[in-house]
Nanobody, 125 residues
């Protein structure tokens, strides 16, 4: 499975962005999906995850109630809607796919098999 993340950019604090992750070479509905981010000089951190059918989601505390992950399996695409962005959200955001059973997800990057190349989000104060 190849993953292509897009939608990053330069925004002001309080603005919104929607990231997309398009999959090819496989059926996205077979995978739980996650978004992770890595800020300059920091380790990669979990942001959000969604189960194969999109029935369950889970968020890092730092983005809860501001970010929303969703998916459209018919379009083989996963989204991350980011609202009320803050300067500390500045990072490279990557999507990842985890081969797993229905209803499961993971916050651990090591559980994900396929990774996209990342898209840069810069939030200015």
């Amino acid at each position: 499975v190849q993953l292509q993340a897009s939608g990053g950019g330069f925004v002001q604090a309080g603005d919104s962005l929607r990231l997309s992750c398009a999959a090819s070479g496989g059926t996205l509905s077979n995978y739980a999906m996650g978004w992770f981010r890595q800020a300059p000089g920091k380790e990669r951190e979990f942001v959000a995850t969604i189960t194969r059918a999109g029935t369950r989601t889970y968020y890092a505390d730092s983005v809860k109630r501001r970010f929303a992950i969703s998916r459209d399996n018919a379009k083989n695409t996963v989204y991350l809607q980011m609202n009320n962005l803050k300067p500390e959200d500045t990072a490279i955001y990557s999507c990842a796919a985890q081969w797993t059973v229905t209803g499961a997800y993971s916050t651990r990057g090591d559980d994900y098999t396929y990774w996209g190349q990342g898209t840069l989000v810069t939030v200015s104060s």
